[in-house]
């Protein structure tokens, strides 16, 4: 017999609290100060923020608070249907076309965000006849379309093409899912291996690129496509603002166009987040020094933590993680940098393996290096505290 709805929920918010699992939102103040997103106001206390995806500081970029401007005047400020009504605009194609150039994909399919692009895609694409295999760390979104998709899948062990090579051993496999830059580990995937290895045996190479995209060398040369079968990419990471694409053939987004319910039947993204997509692309592909600036931000906060022997793991990207295990004192470590001024996200199962509760520290080109060397000497105390 099932539970009245009153006495599930608390049982289950109970369950969660005593297993230092309960999530909690907290409304911050960002206002606009044209310095980058490196800081934000929370009770009236301003921290340093270590915990954005915004890699290159673009969500507070001058330039792009006043394309979305523009944007909202030329088009207004909703979609007002879904695309295949009378929600779709030139500047969704605009925004399609430019994506297609700068990886050489022939088409692309805007969403409102890369988790219902990632379920669209393969719940869409797979179904029970469908055997795929599948990172052991990829996205929840990439998971749950997975299941719905009814499809057999297994999951290989993170970033080992040797594990993967056995699962495609002997039969028929429809697609190898990966990850460009892991969300939590921040490692990236080798892609090049598992390109030659699906091209070997006939099968997909689908790649969630939602923490590659803008950041990794090579993400407008043109040439994506001959690396990746499918490529997911999200505008709500490097690129600061908000939505998401599937880039691919002509014949998969045109199936997808007639079939996927989450793009059929969900308003479009607006017009005006597409044309601020757009600027947003081309801002990044015209200011290579952001990139360079957040490669030194990553380098200089691995030398600090070196120096004080904080232990990373082999992440050469954005996401910077510390592993400390335990639940509760993961929990206790990020309150004690909260309290030195310094945000950081405590990601704790299921986001991760049970076991691996991490701060998940990510740098961004809007940091100064005064704000590194803060957040390492506030990390080093709070991980040494009670030695
Ligand atoms: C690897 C990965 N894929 C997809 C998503 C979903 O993207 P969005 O935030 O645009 O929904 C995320 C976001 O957390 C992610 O980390």
């Not at 970033?159 to 190898?176: D, F, K, P, W, Y």
């Not at 603002?241 to 479009?268: D, K």
């Not at 309290?339 to 996200?345: N, P, R, T, Y």
């Not at 990510?362 to 803060?374: F, G, K, N, Q, V």
Request: aromatic letters at 6%.
């Amino acid at each position: 017999m099932s539970l009245p709805l009153e006495t599930k929920i608390a049982t289950w918010q109970q369950a969660l609290c005593e297993q230092g699992l309960l999530r909690q939102r907290h409304a911050l103040i960002t206002s606009h100060t044209g310095a980058g997103n490196a800081q934000f106001l929370y009770e009236g206390q301003t921290y340093l923020n270590f915990s954005s995806n915004d890699y290159l500081g673009l969500s507070q970029c001058p330039q792009l608070i006043a394309a979305l401007q523009c944007a909202a005047q030329q088009y207004g400020v909703g979609s007002g249907a879904s695309p295949l009504v009378t929600g779709y605009s030139e500047a969704h194609l605009a925004l399609e076309r430019r994506l297609c150039e700068l990886t050489g994909h022939q088409a692309s399919l805007l969403f409102g965000s890369g988790f219902s692009a990632n379920t669209a895609l393969i719940k869409t694409l797979f179904d029970k006849q469908d055997r795929v295999i599948a990172d052991k760390l990829v996205h929840a979104s990439i998971i749950d379309g997975l299941r719905d998709s009814g499809a057999g899948f297994n999951r290989f062990l993170h970033n080992s093409v040797e594990s993967a090579e056995r699962l495609l051993q002997g039969r028929q496999v429809a697609a190898l899912i990966t990850e460009s830059v892991f969300s939590m580990d921040g490692d990236c995937a080798p892609l090049a291996a598992f390109a030659a290895l699906c091209r070997q045996h006939g099968t997909w190479l689908i790649v969630d690129d939602a923490h590659g995209f803008g950041v990794l060398p090579g993400f407008d040369d043109g040439r994506a496509a001959t690396r990746m079968d499918v490529q997911i990419v999200t505008f709500g990471k490097a690129l600061g603002c908000q939505g998401a694409a599937i880039l691919g053939s002509h014949a998969l987004i045109a199936f997808l166009v007639s079939n996927a319910r989450e793009y059929i039947y969900s308003t479009a993204l607006s017009s005006a987040s597409a044309a601020l997509a757009l600027a947003a692309v081309d801002h990044c592909v015209a200011h290579p020094e952001l990139r360079a600036a957040l490669a030194d931000n990553i380098e200089l906060f691995k030398r600090l933590c070196d120096e004080t022997q904080i232990p990373l793991l082999d992440s050469t990207s954005a996401i910077q993680p510390v592993i400390i295990g335990d639940i509760a004192q993961t929990l206790s470590v990020a309150a004690r940098l909260r309290a030195a001024g310094i945000w950081v996200g405590a990601i704790r199962p299921p986001t991760v393996p049970v076991g691996s509760a991490r701060l998940r520290i990510t740098l961004s080109a809007a940091h100064r290096p005064e704000d590194i060397a803060h957040c390492v000497n506030a990390l080093a105390q709070a991980l040494h505290f009670g030695e």
